[in-house]
């Protein structure tokens, strides 16, 4: 999706629904959220470690945490777009068993 803008598009909403187990309410907040965590719409490799580091403090999840961002980062552009985010979110938190393997092992 590029750079972000404020307001989702309906058409990109239809598009997050579809591919996702969020409603659009859901989809509205949670982007919300992106966009004041990563005011670019991008969130970086580096950006991305640095946050995991806050959320497993105590040791080093670098490694771990590149392992994240490569299954986020489906087009491999080295960066994390909300609909990236957004359909890995959804595996992790709305997913059977199988599609948070396949999301974790793929």
Sequence with gaps: MGKQQSKLKSSALEDLMSATQFSNAEIREIHKGFLMQTPSGLVTREEFKT?????????DSSDFAEHVFRTFDTNG????????????????SKGDTEEKLELAFN
Excluded at 51 to 59: E, T
Excluded at 78 to 91: G, N, P, Q
């Design 51 to 59: 946050m995991y580091s806050i959320l497993v403090p105590g040791g």
């Design 77 to 92: 552009d080295d960066s994390i777009d909300f609909r990236e985010f957004l359909c890995a979110l959804s595996i992790n």
